[in-house]
């Protein structure tokens, strides 16, 4: 039995396979999460619901089977997606969905909140997570640990707490900063230089880039080069969808909030989330 | 396959129209001659699938060097066959070079293959 998705070189079948570790992982994260929104006000419950809860479907979805099997070991252009949807979608979703009382404990003058203030610094979580990125995308560390079981589980740990780590200066209320809308449109453009660039890296390679998605079982009845090119367009154009997206968001609220129009929810700045610092 | 054919369409005319790449099935009862050629084309219609008898096959292995291939006899409707996977590389003088084990890349075969066939061109 296999605990977590990992390349294992045997040709692919449409055979529903069980992957205890995927489930022990997602029972932990879904409990964590519980735990955050429990005691909630109606309204932040629902909110903690949708938001969360959407996040933690997209992230079992993402890393179980067929999605997860088929991005370990076959398909380079799911792995790509598994990425995106990982370090992109779910980190942000999961963040915006804690209710303020949470944030509350994370602005108090304690060392560990101290510590996590430092850590959660935009010139920290920005480069931090582009380290990340880089890393988990390295040849050499792919190929290396996408054939082993805890090495492919590392790399989904990394695009999920990277993640985490990316989105918190712009959707976490905690630690407050003075970056404001411009600040955040910076570093979000900052954040996605890597991805891109792996991204353009990934549609203009003329030979396969990972040995295990090369030498892996064919499947689906497309060369190794044209799936590659496939994800080289998904973290293209799908991780410039989203970083665009995010900075037309901050752009037109900041942008309505100068005319006076009341900001509304914006990621970030949400009234009933803001926490002074001490 | 994929990856040998994939390397080929990336190398110079003058190179891979003196390269021929045969395939040699262990499992003649399966890969009957239309399924080979089948399967072959989904690569490269260049490719060459040869086939023959149990006995012939398993000459051809051990001419070759290479452990005979062995049919898992636990099942009987879904058997698998245990066989080597090696590419083995002859050049234009008759001589065996080099045994690519699984795993070698396309980089590689772009790289080999120019020079495999300028040594077989330069000897006597």
Redesign the interface.
Known sequence: MSWWCSATGQAWEWTWRAYPGVWLFMLALAGGYLWAVQGSRPVEARRGALLGGSALLLIWVLLDWPVGALGAGYLVSVHALQFLGLAFVAPPLLLAGIPARRWAALAGSTRAAAGFRIVAHPLVAGPAFNLIVLTTHLPSVVDDLMVRELGAFLIDLAWVAGGLLFWWPIVAPVPARAAGPLGKIAYLFAGSLIHTALGIWLLLS???VY?VY??AP?IGGR???VDQGIAGGVMELGGGVIIIGAIAVLFFRWAGAEDGTPAGAVPGTLPAARVREP | MANLAAALDRLPLEVTRDVRVVFVTTDPARDTPVRIREWLDAYDPRFIGLTGTDEELTSAQVAAGLVPAARDSSSTAEYAVGHAAQVLSYTADNLGRVHYPFGTRQTDWTHDIPLLHAVGRAAP
Do not use: K, M, T
């Open positions: 003329r030979a396969p040995a090369e030498l064919p060369s190794v080069l």
